[in-house]
């Protein structure tokens, strides 16, 4: 058996991998994918399971290859716990003593770890795995959105701690109040409810600010996160005028049991056009 093959050629357990990758794409809380959009971001289990598959050899047992194959559905979970990736890093290091040849009596924390250099790292997948997994990490990218993204999840938690998430926090909420203070006038709370929005008037506005949240109201309290804008025309016929918006399109989500669009419904009397919201599933 070649000792230079890597189970990454051998075989990777891709179904599990791939339903994995799709359920981490409606992860939010946590994810590296919320501190700042990049559409070419890997999933990071897929990540993973790349970087681990191409570091240790493959097996040479078909006993060793169904271990191997539970151990990597288990690691490559968004869950995985620290007992698992600790398992992994030593797998590594072990595949890596005998890839240098070192001494079979040679301790693992004397061993180099394998240096992974990723020429495209984009929003940071592939390196944030291999650090993850104790690999000495390089990124590269020429986009300088990227690499101030790379430089956030790779290296300033490294250089920072924890402290870096309450500096995080304060900055940010910063950047809100004085963006608030520019800006927030445009984007009043609205209380949505039976009573004071009813059907077919969504669209008004509430200008003055209302507590968040009652209990015993039958409303409750929305801020605008932003706005739909067209463009109008006024219809040409001398006995019309009315003001028609130009839309395109009135979906606002299309999703399999989540159906949200703006329903236009015409004023007569004002001549201009009004929008609901409606929903289905
Ligand atoms: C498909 S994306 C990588 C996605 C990444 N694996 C992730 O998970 O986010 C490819 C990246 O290569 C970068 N790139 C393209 N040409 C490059 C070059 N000549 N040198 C460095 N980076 C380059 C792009 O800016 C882009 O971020």
Request: proline content about 8%.
């Amino acid at each position: 058996m070649n000792p230079e093959r890597r189970l990454i050629e051998d075989f990777i357990p891709i179904r599990e991998i791939s339903a994995e990758s799709a359920r981490e794409k409606s992860i939010r809380k946590g994810h590296i994918s919320t501190l700042h959009l990049w559409w070419a971001r890997r999933p990071l289990v897929a990540a993973r399971a790349a970087v681990f598959a191409s570091l240790v050899a493959a097996p040479e047992t078909h006993q060793k290859r169904t271990a191997l194959k539970q151990f990597m559905i288990d690691l490559c979970k968004w869950e995985t716990g620290t007992p698992t990736l600790e398992k992994a890093r030593k797998q590594i290091l072990e595949a890596q003593k005998i890839r240098l040849n070192l001494p079979e009596n040679t301790p693992l924390d004397e061993v180099p770890p394998p240096k992974v250099l990723d020429m495209f790292a984009g929003g940071g997948a592939i390196p944030l795995e291999a650090l993850r997994l104790g690999c000495e990490t390089y990124a590269v990218d020429l986009n300088p959105v990227a690499h101030i993204i790379e430089l956030c999840t790779l290296v300033y938690p490294q250089k920072y701690g924890n402290k870096l998430a309450d500096e995080v926090e304060k900055w940010g909420n910063w950047v809100i109040e004085k963006v608030r203070d520019e800006i927030g006038d445009l984007y009043p709370e609205i209380r949505v409810g039976e009573v004071l929005v009813p059907e077919g008037e969504q669209l008004n506005l509430f200008t003055q600010s209302q507590p968040q949240q009652c209990r015993d109201a039958p409303w409750h309290v929305s801020t605008p996160v932003a706005y739909l804008w067209t463009r109008t025309v006024k219809c040409p016929n001398p006995s019309c005028g009315a003001t028609v918006p130009l839309v395109r399109q009135t979906w606002l989500c299309k999703k399999s049991k989540k159906y949200v669009a703006l329903q236009v419904i015409p004023n007569y009397e004002t001549k201009t056009v009004e929008f609901k919201v409606v929903e289905s599933t």
